[in-house]
Each structure stands twice: as C-alpha cells, then as structure tokens.
C-alpha cells in the first residue's frame, strides 16, 4: 500500500495528500474554451519545442511533478543547464547534469534495462508492461536536449547520444520507458528526423516563423491554419498539442512557480523515501522460473 503523508494541525493530524499513478492521465491546462485538458504519459513520448520564454521548461517541470509524485514510477532527469530540473534531483534515480559522457553512459544502462525488460516480456508471453508488473515505468526527462545533441561533445558523441535516444523512443515504450524532450527548435541539425519524427505527442510552443512550428508539430500543419507563430509572444504557455494521429489544438498549460515546484519536489521525496524504508524501492529480481541460461534482470 502506498504511504500518505500525515500533517499536524490545530485539529490534530489530518492525511496531507496520497500519491498518483504515472498510469493517470496528467493535467497540463487548459483548452482555449476553458475545458480541462489532460494527456497519458504511459506508452507515450512526448517533444516539446518553442522559443525562448515559450513555457517549454513550465511544461516540462509540470509533466516531471505528476511523475515525481507517481510513486508507481522512477526518474531519470538530463538538464545540460542544471537548474531547470534541479529541484527534482532528490526524486531521481539518476540526475545527469552538463556532463556528456555521464548522459551517454545513462542511456546505455536504460538500453540495457530496456532489453533485459523485453526478454522479461518475451519469456512470460506478454507485450507491454502494466500495473500489475513488478518493474516500474521510468520517466525519463530531457531539458534542452540540443546541449547533448549539437553542443557538447564532439560530432562522434554528439551521434551516439541521437542513435541511443532515437532507439529508447522508437523501443521504449512498451517496458514503460517514456521520454519527454524539451529544446528550441527540434531543427534537423539539432535532433535528427528519425529521432524527431518518433514522437508521437508535441506541443509547440510559440515559433517565430511557420516553418519553426511545423518542425515541431510535423510538416504541414501551417498550411492547414496551425501554426504557433500566431500565438502572442505575451501569451507564455499557450502553445498547440497535438496527439498521435490527431490534430492540433490550443492550450494554456499550468504554470508552477519555483516555490511550488519546491514543494511539491519536498513533498514527493519524503514519500519516495516513506517506501524506500518501507522496502519497497529496490528493483525486484526475474522469478525463479527464468530460463536455465539465464535471465537478466529486469530493473
């Protein structure tokens, strides 16, 4: 049973809150008729594009605090800039700062998880993971992905991160890793197109030209009357989302301040560290019935 947290008060103690599900729709805002808008983060990978002061990191930050609080699910958090993320460090597994080698050797162990989760899959017979599992999703969060991609590094490194991101998106999905990437403009020179065009849900932050918001919407949607350069440059989190297979529409995402991420961050640690003590944290082994050969693990 997942913990909740109790508070002291005048009246005596009172629950301050239980935890969510990464498997529960996320609220991220809300639509241009005021209707709530919420968006699955589970079997799903999401880019996030824009100009700066768009609301790409309000966003980002948003979708992170569902997830920290989602006991059911672990962090994994890449920010080239440290401090956009930085508040979630205590609710991470892993927290990957302006350091190349440290971000490529991450998506290695999460490609070595990804198969070993697979091979979990394939010996039982099933396709997915789901609540009933003992492994859980990983989220992992990327804050101005084009710092690991085009900046940092060198061209051979630089590659190796595309070809290891490109690869937990295109495969990830189905062992509950789901990644969300944030930067300016997801241009080819910045996230390659077979990286670029793996993201099944974008929001596109206000662009400064058509073709800026076709790079993160997907190509063409400017000609049938999308596009985020229309939206006011005062206008700071309004962008369009738009889902796998779907069509474009605008939203007003929530906006945390620093002192709310805090908390919520505060919040979401002491719970994480309720159930490590609880002895629920460590990863559980394959059962007894893997194959003779062995195996590996699923973390």
Excluded at 165 to 190: E, F, H, K, M, N
Aim: contains cysteine; aromatic residues 8%.
């Amino acid at each position: 049973m997942m913990p909740t947290l109790v508070a002291s008060g005048p009246a005596g103690d009172m629950p301050a809150g239980p935890a969510l599900s990464i498997f529960d729709p996320v609220f991220i805002g809300i639509d241009e008729f005021g209707h709530r808008v919420t968006t699955p983060l589970i079997y799903r990978n999401m880019l996030i594009g824009g100009e700066p002061g768009a609301g790409k990191s309000a966003l980002l930050n948003l979708l992170v605090a569902h997830a920290a609080l989602s006991l059911d699910c672990r962090l994994c958090l890449l920010d080239g800039k440290r401090v956009e993320l930085g508040q979630w460090r205590r609710c991470a597994d892993v927290f990957v700062g302006p350091d190349q080698g440290h971000a490529i050797r991450t998506l290695q162990r999460l490609q070595t998880v990804m198969d070993n989760r697979y091979a979990y899959l394939e010996w039982f017979g099933e396709r997915k993971v789901g609540p009933v599992h003992d492994f859980q999703p990983i989220v992992v969060a990327i804050d101005e992905i084009a710092y690991f991609s085009a900046t940092a590094g060198d061209k051979k490194t630089q590659e190796l991160f595309a070809a290891l991101l490109r690869d937990l998106v295109a495969r990830g999905r189905a062992v509950g890793i789901i990644v969300i990437a944030a930067t300016q403009r997801p241009s080819s020179d910045i996230i390659p197109t077979s990286l670029r065009d793996l993201f099944a849900w974008r929001f596109a932050g206000r662009c400064t030209t058509d073709v800026s918001s076709d790079i993160v919407l997907g190509h063409g949607w400017a000609n049938k009357g999308w596009s985020s350069n229309t939206i006011s440059p005062n206008n700071q989190g309004a962008g369009l989302l738009i889902a796998e297979g779907g069509s474009p529409q605008l939203v007003k995402t929530a906006y945390l301040t620093d002192t709310d991420c805090a908390r919520i961050a505060a919040y979401a640690a002491t719970m994480r560290d309720a159930l490590r003590a609880e002895g629920h944290a460590a990863a559980p082994a394959v059962p007894p019935s893997k194959p003779a050969a062995g195996l590996p693990e699923a973390a």
